[in-house]
């Protein structure tokens, strides 16, 4: 048996929900897991103390940088502990993960199984060469991918307790579940088109049984604190079929607690928004990236007109489920003014309709590898060759493209912190527009956006019945959260 940690920067309170499935199929297999969290405690000190054969990392581009310089470290002081890494930026980008991250293992693709095997392999003292998914320092050679995961069943319920054992998200009663694997859609800035092609000819998206996603939440609501569940799904599903009305009848019968959901406006019709009311859902997540139909797209390909955006935004007004939308300001062959109008947009969906909606601005960080990448990059809008050094954790950080001037990524900059606040009293639209995104950026505004956003989420998003404690924590949680993402530092 092999003992594995691992390794994340994140997750006290939203716990991520890769590392717990994962850790699922490495018990399975017979080996140990355990958790580091580098927001808790003395990280030298936990290790020590578990002494793990091998430490494991996840994580997107953009924070990849922040795993890299811990493993350096921790490869001065514990040589001997093999470290590997999984996730998006392993997955894209290996050679540059195993070389610069100095890694002694990469794993590509979906990790259910190829982990448990690199940990037999480990405990053993056997050979990795010819392991499916497995890539290690020293020999380059692509592995072979395993097929994906086709029956979703098959695999066992996340193990929540390396998380819910070490930290508040075990006492949080908002919990994270998934019903699927996948998403049918190739928006340019999402990995989903780079992953699809590389199970080309496998179904990719997959759907759990209804029956497996109830067993699941009664299972940890029969351990743990649940009063709102979040189901994180790319999309909880694209259209209404057997499936979503067996979905809402047993939801509604045997769990009845509030739920939050991600769709797509274009998906959306009368009898979808009366199954998602009559399930129990509370608020809904649906993008408008941009209000620009060229922009959004011809840059983003999103197919979608302005007109269904309003409609599915009117239609889940009118059930009172609350909407959490997301855009995207600074995006190639964009203006201000692009942005400005995405603003009005959202208020046009929202208030103006009487719709309640939290909306989010974002600057945009094009993904090496991805469609929105290679178009910045054959247009000449990153300085850099790879654009690895312009990635940053916060998505409201200024903008990493050369096509806009410094006043401009300023008013972006700002826009995304005080978007949101005109977006809830858009009487404050023309003074936020026409003068405050203007200024330099300052803590007076991250301080209004922290604010705007925590009630507003604890409020219509995540209703849950706080008392005044909690709500104080939430904010407190949140506004220390968002500081560090805001941080100038790109590391």
């Not at 470290?73 to 993960?97: C, V, Y």
């Not at 990469?106 to 056997?126: H, M, Q």
């Not at 998403?183 to 800035?189: D, V």
């Not at 178009?375 to 096509?403: D, I, V």
Request: glycine share 6%; net charge positive.
């Amino acid at each position: 048996m092999a003992k594995a940690m691992f390794i994340t920067r994140g997750g006290e309170h939203f716990p991520p929900m890769g590392i717990m499935q994962i850790s699922a199929t490495a018990k399975l297999g017979g080996h140990e897991t355990c958790l580091g969290l580098l927001s808790k405690g003395d990280i030298w000190e936990r290790i020590e103390k578990e002494k793990p054969d091998a430490i494991a990392y996840t994580g997107s581009t953009g924070e990849h940088k922040f795993y890299f310089n811990f493993n350096h470290e921790l490869k001065k002081r514990n040589p001997e502990i093999k470290t590997i890494m999984g996730g998006p930026h392993a997955t894209f980008f290996p050679e540059k993960t195993l070389e610069e991250g100095g890694m002694d293992a990469v794993c590509i693709g979906e990790g259910d199984y190829a982990f448990p095997e690199f940990l037999d392999r480990l405990d053993n003292k056997k050979d990795f060469s010819g392991l499916e998914n497995i890539m290690m320092n020293g020999d380059l050679t692509k592995p072979r991918l395993r097929p994906l995961v086709q029956n979703l069943d098959s695999l066992p319920f996340s193990d929540r307790t390396i998380f819910y054992d070490n930290g508040q998200s075990g006492e949080n009663p908002l919990k994270h579940f998934f019903v699927s694997r996948g998403c049918p859609y190739n928006c340019t800035y999402c990995f989903n088109e780079q992953f699809k092609n590389m199970y080309s000819g496998q179904r990719y998206v997959r759907t759990r049984s209804v029956d497996s996603v109830i067993e699941e939440i009664k299972e940890v609501r029969e351990k743990w604190p649940l009063k709102y569940i979040k189901f994180y799904d790319d999309i909880f599903h694209v259209k209404v079929d057997d499936w979503f009305r067996e979905f809402a009848e047993k939801y509604k019968k045997e769990i009845g607690l509030p739920f939050f959901a991600l769709t797509r406006t274009n998906l959306v019709d009368g009898e979808m928004v009366d199954l998602f009311s009559k399930a129990g859902c509370k608020a809904i997540s649906m993008s408008i990236e941009s209000a620009n139909p060229r922009i959004r797209e011809e840059v983003l390909n999103r197919k979608m007109t302005n007109e269904q955006i309003k409609r599915a935004y009117k239609l889940f007004g009118e059930k009172r489920i609350a909407i959490q939308s997301n855009n995207i300001l600074g995006l190639p062959t964009s203006t201000i003014k692009d942005d400005v109008d995405t603003l009005d947009f959202n208020i046009e969906c929202g208030p103006k309709q009487k719709a309640i909606v939290m909306a989010e601005f974002t600057t945009a960080h094009p993904y090496p590898g991805t469609e929105l990448y290679e178009f910045c990059k054959r247009n000449g809008y990153y300085s850099s060759e790879t654009g690895f050094s312009e990635m940053h954790m916060s998505y409201q950080y200024e903008s990493p493209l050369n096509c806009f001037t410094p006043m401009e990524k300023r008013m972006q900059r700002n826009l995304t912190m005080l978007g949101p606040v005109a977006v809830t009293l858009p009487w404050m639209r023309d003074l936020i527009v026409n003068h405050l995104i203007k200024r330099p950026t300052n803590s007076a505004y991250f301080t209004a956006f922290s604010l705007n956003k925590s009630l507003r989420y604890m409020r219509h998003i995540y209703p849950l019945n706080r008392g005044l404690n909690e709500y104080l924590k939430v904010v407190y949680n949140s506004f220390r959260k968002n500081w560090f993402k805001r941080m100038d530092e790109k590391s």
